[in-house]
């Protein structure tokens, strides 16, 4: 594993010795610094990681719900749902401003 702080000595020489052949290459060689990155930034790919786990698992728990409480429970339970996701899009755009709101839907597509 590495640190999550590298040496700027070692980090200078390591990167005047890599030699970088592609566009995509380029562009995450050079994305920090020897301070490595930031706390938020390794929140968000953490965060990335367990978002893009629930939405592999979500279409099974999805089917298994269905079946184990059978389709009018199903829509009810849908229904709730929405109700649900409605009111936390509106607390989560009140708390984080409607600019940090408007980046945070562009992130997650």
Do not use: D
């Amino acid at each position: 594993m590495l640190p999550l702080q590298e040496n700027p000595e070692v980090h200078n020489r390591r990167l005047e010795l890599r030699r970088i052949g592609t566009a995509y290459e380029e562009k995450y060689a050079t994305m920090t610094g020897p301070e490595g990155f930031s706390k938020a930034h390794r929140l968000g790919l953490r965060l990335a990681l367990m978002r893009e786990s629930l939405m592999r698992w979500s279409g099974v728990l999805v089917w298994l719900v269905e079946k184990v409480i059978g389709t009018p429970n199903f829509e009810a339970l849908l229904k709730t749902k929405q109700r649900f996701r409605a009111f936390l899009v509106k607390k989560l755009e009140k708390w984080l401003g409607p600019a940090r709101f408007e980046m945070l839907k562009k992130r997650l597509g």
